[in-house]
């Protein structure tokens, strides 16, 4: 027996038309805001993420799927985002014109403790929005990434967002940060230790009880921003009110990978417990050109699908049923066989999803097979149908059944829809 691997799932049939609903939603609203889509490799040089997400990070420490071939080292990716980038510079997108917009649907890959809300592959949507440096294209992002959601019925997640500044006032603040934590470090859990010299900022984003307590009356960076990050978060603050979205301003929002600069930000929802993110996102200036390309600005967010999906599940969203087709075409007899594929080619010309029998089964098999997935009508063709050019419909909810003449069995079936 092999089994899947550990913090991996199936996505079965009886799932995966959240996952459909879900990712064309998203499609449909990103597109309304003049995002296109992009796809990028499952896998990329190591040293794109090594060098786009920060190697002091969790991420690049001890998280990534990496392995060599040829003497290269690859990586599964983590995120979206260095892919992304990495695609603007390689075929020069800054040419085709500023703001560029991208969004993506993928897998992203890390090798981290399971927990509810954390799995080893997970998926993402994202957006990019590359060359504009001004608050209003972050103030869009975030507008985006509510409209999704509530688009999607969760009218529950909570906006935080933080400055988190630019490397000129974050050293500052990272130097008032490490004086603050130094007295009670040994208190602090490992995770936490470990990125006191590398990362202190993480350390107000920790999960575990014990280390928010200690960060209570750390420091904020809010206080240390210079004046441009200041005007900027104030803008962004202004700006998100004349769009009607609700926020909070959050100082303990931080985000975990290294790139971003400015506006933080994160979508939670207490459906999720700990792992209460549904949506990450924020700024990264420096991104673009640290990964050799032109000094471009860049905003965006990465929402987490297997997430999104739990907070709709406790939510009790409604999404349409799962339906494995509309209609079942059954044909009893040489002639009346030929019949129900004519009828059945014919009815999926107009759109409709269609099955019959490839098992040579008889007609209580078929009807058996037609209940256990959920199909609404079955058409049954005899000869007595045949010689009147009719078929017998059942509708299979209501158990009833009429003759219904063959040029109007679109029409029934619509109709029953519609009913
Ligand atoms: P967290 O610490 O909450 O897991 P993160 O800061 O590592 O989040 P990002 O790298 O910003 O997350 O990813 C964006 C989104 O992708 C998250 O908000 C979350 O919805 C989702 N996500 C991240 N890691 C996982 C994971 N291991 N399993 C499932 N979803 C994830
Ligand atoms: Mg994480």
């Not at 960076?221 to 700006?239: P, T, V």
Request: glycine share 8%; aromatic share 10%; charged share 30%.
């Amino acid at each position: 027996m092999i089994s899947i691997p550990k913090g991996m799932k199936d996505v079965l049939p009886s799932e995966s038309y959240k996952w459909q609903f879900v990712e064309e939603e998203f499609k449909t609203i990103a597109e309304k805001y003049g995002y296109r889509e992009i796809r990028t490799p499952m896998v990329e040089a190591t040293e794109l993420f090594a060098r786009g997400i920060g190697d002091t990070t969790d991420v690049v420490q001890k998280e990534m799927y990496s392995f060599e071939k040829a003497d290269r080292s690859l990586t599964l990716k983590p995120e979206g985002t260095a892919g992304v980038v990495r695609a603007f510079i390689e075929n020069k997108l800054y040419a085709e014109g500023l703001p560029a917009k991208y969004y993506y649907i993928t897998p992203c890959y890390r090798y981290e403790k399971m927990q509810k809300g954390r799995s080893r592959e997970f998926h993402q949507f994202g957006i990019e929005c590359f060359g504009a440096s001004g608050m209003m294209a972050d103030a869009e992002v975030i507008l985006l990434a509510y409209d999704v959601l509530t688009s999607l019925g969760i009218d529950d997640a909570k906006l935080k967002i933080n400055s988190i500044g630019c490397p000129n006032c974050r050293a500052e603040y990272r130097k008032a940060l490490q004086d603050f934590l130094r007295p009670n470090l040994d208190k602090f859990c490992d995770t936490c230790r470990s990125r006191f010299d590398r990362n202190p900022m993480r350390i107000l984003d920790c999960k575990s009880s014990e280390c928010k307590e200690l960060v209570k009356g750390a420091p904020v960076m809010l206080d240390y921003l210079d004046e441009e990050c200041r005007k900027d978060f104030e803008e962004l603050k202004a700006l998100l009110d004349v769009y009607g979205v609700p926020y909070e301003v959050d100082t303990s929002i931080v985000r975990g990978l290294d790139y971003y600069t400015k506006t933080a930000f994160e979508f939670v929802s207490d459906k999720l417990g700990a792992q209460s993110t549904v949506c990450g996102g924020g700024r990264y200036d420096k991104l673009i050109e640290q990964l050799g390309g032109p000094d471009t600005p860049g905003v965006g967010f990465g929402m987490g699908i297997e997430r999104l999906l739990l907070v709709l599940e406790e939510s009790g969203a409604e999404m349409e049923a799962d339906k494995a087709c509309d209609l079942l075409i059954c044909g009893l007899g040489e002639k009346a066989r030929i019949k129900a594929l004519e009828l059945a080619k014919e009815m999926r010309e107009f759109g409709l999803r269609v099955i019959i029998d490839v098992m040579d089964r008889g007609l209580k098999a078929q009807f058996k097979y037609a209940d256990r997935l959920n199909v609404p009508y079955v058409a049954v063709i005899g000869d007595d149908e045949l010689s009147k050019g009719v078929v017998s419909l059942r509708d299979m909810n209501s158990s009833t059944q009429e003759e219904v003449p063959e040029n109007k069995l679109l029409e029934a079936v619509f109709t029953g829809f519609l009913k």
